[in-house]
Every structure is written in structure tokens, then in C-alpha cells.
């Protein structure tokens, strides 16, 4: 088989607009998983978020979260990489969210804890999507990151849709060591520059001998585009955003036609 694994995003990719996964992708993934590929999801989400949808998969070795910032072992529960947000960056980050106002909502995510100052609508929607809980830390986040022994992974920002791209293209001038992108219409991630999902899935890649260019990679957001562009095929969905089109080798068919299967079909089980 020439492609030994599969990296596959989750949201938007291999779940559908009314949050489930269709049997045609289970099946496709659990017949090239029997044929010897190794299947791995890569998201942005918590690791506790995204565990039940693993289970109902039946997959097992590693998984890949906070958009490359962790990686867990599934069966174990147990993290196995990380790499995490400097404190006194995360902070001006912060900083600079709270000082918008209102309409921008920022979370953190520290110890696989969503954190927010309070709960709202933007927080509502964000944690029924995810289906996740979280913790409202009252004081400002900046402040909450600043006493915490432990350090962020990742900074999200919840707006209005109309105002993710100006945010990201601010907060990267403000912000040059730091990466703004969209992981969905009203999100905007921000990470450490070299805190990536194509990262993790090189580490998956050394840790089990398999070479890159034996891979394929499938997205649909931003956040997607240095593991589609890192993969031996990049693949976007369908549904993608543009910029996740234009890094990708291959245009798949949307999450809700089971892109995802027809992929593996085509390229991996159609040999």
C-alpha cells in the first residue's frame, strides 16, 4: 500500500455538519486500517473531547490535539508529546484580546481545561459544538495564566465572523512570533510559530519509520494547512476554506458526502 498512514482533521473533515461521523467513513477507515494503514486523527481539540469519538472509531495508537501542540496515547490516556505556549508570551496575547472588548472572547487551554473568564453565548456555542466543559476563571485570563504553575497550550478567540481575518492579520503584526489562524467561521486559534499539526505528524512519522512522502493529510481550516503541505498528499475538503484549497494537492469531496472515505478508496484500498 503506498500510503502507510492517514493524518485526517476532525471537525469539518471527518465529522459531519450534524455532528456525527457517517458509518461509510468508519467503514472505509476500519477496512484501511485491516489493510495495514495506520489511521490518526489530528484536531484542535481537547483530548478529553475528542476521546469518545476515538472510542467510537475503534482506533487505537496516537491521537493528535491542540493542533499539534499534544499527542496521547489512546488506549493509556497518557500524553506522550507536548509543546506549550511561553507563559509571558500567552499572556501579552491575552492581554491584547481582553483589551478589544466584549465581542472577543478569549479561551486558553491548560492541562486538557478549556478556561474562560465567564460563560456567554459566543462560550456556549464554542462548548456545545466541541461538546466540552469548561471552567470560568472570573478574573481576567492574562492575569489566571500569569498565577498558574502550569503553562497554555493554545489561545482561542470567539468573534463575530466578519472579524476573524482583520484579527489574524493584526495580531500576526503585533504578534510575529506567534500564529493566528481560523479553525472555524467565528474561531481564531493562536499558537507559538513551530506548533503545528505537520510537526506531530512528522514525530508520528519517526516514531513508527514511516516516511512523509508515504502519508496523506485531510483539512479543511487553516489550522490544517502545515499538515496538508507536509503530507506525500495534501488533501482539502470540499468544503475547505480557500486557503486550505490552494495548499492542497487534491480537492476531496465534502464532510458531508464522506470525503474522507472516497479518499481512502481511491488512493489506498483501489490498488
Not at 491584547?96 to 481545561?113: A, K
Not at 498565577?147 to 476573524?164: F, G, I, N, Q, T
Not at 479553525?183 to 481564531?188: A, E, L, P, R, W
Not at 502545515?226 to 494537492?249: F, Q, R, W
Request: charged letters at 25%.
Amino acid at each position: 500500500m503506498k500510503y502507510k498512514a492517514i493524518f485526517c482533521d476532525f471537525d469539518g473533515t471527518l465529522y459531519r455538519e450534524d455532528h456525527t461521523i457517517s458509518q461509510t467513513n468508519k467503514d472505509a477507515i476500519t477496512k484501511y486500517i485491516k489493510a495495514g494503514g495506520k489511521f490518526v486523527v489530528s484536531t484542535g481539540r481537547l483530548f478529553s473531547a475528542i476521546y469518545p469519538k476515538l472510542l467510537e472509531l475503534g482506533l487505537d495508537g496516537e491521537v493528535i490535539v491542540y493542533q499539534g501542540g499534544g499527542i496521547y496515547d489512546i488506549e493509556s490516556k497518557k500524553q506522550i508529546f507536548g509543546k506549550y505556549f511561553e507563559r509571558d508570551m500567552a499572556i501579552k496575547a491575552l492581554e491584547y484580546v481582553e483589551s478589544m472588548g466584549d465581542n472577543f472572547v478569549p479561551l486558553v487551554y491548560i492541562n486538557d481545561i478549556c478556561h474562560c473568564r465567564f460563560f456567554n453565548e459566543y462560550v456556549n456555542t464554542f462548548v456545545s459544538i466541541c461538546n466540552i466543559g469548561y471552567k470560568e476563571t472570573i478574573i481576567p485570563l492574562s492575569e489566571y495564566v500569569a498565577k498558574s504553575k502550569d503553562l497554555p497550550v493554545k489561545v482561542l478567540v470567539l468573534m463575530k465572523e466578519d472579524c476573524c481575518d482583520k484579527f489574524s492579520k493584526e495580531g500576526m503584526e503585533k504578534f510575529p512570533s506567534l500564529a493566528f489562524m481560523r479553525s472555524h467561521t467565528f474561531i481564531v486559534e493562536i499558537i507559538t510559530k513551530g506548533i503545528n499539526k505537520g510537526e506531530a505528524c512528522k514525530w508520528i512519522c519517526n516514531k513508527h519509520g514511516i516516511d512523509i512522502k508515504d502519508t496523506i493529510a485531510l483539512g479543511d481550516s487553516e489550522n490544517d494547512i502545515a499538515m496538508i503541505e507536509t503530507a506525500g498528499l495534501g488533501v482539502a475538503m470540499g468544503n475547505a476554506m480557500p486557503s486550505v484549497k490552494k495548499s492542497a494537492d487534491f480537492i476531496a469531496d465534502t464532510n458531508d458526502n464522506d470525503g474522507v472515505a472516497k479518499v481512502i478508496y481511491q488512493f489506498c484500498l483501489n490498488e
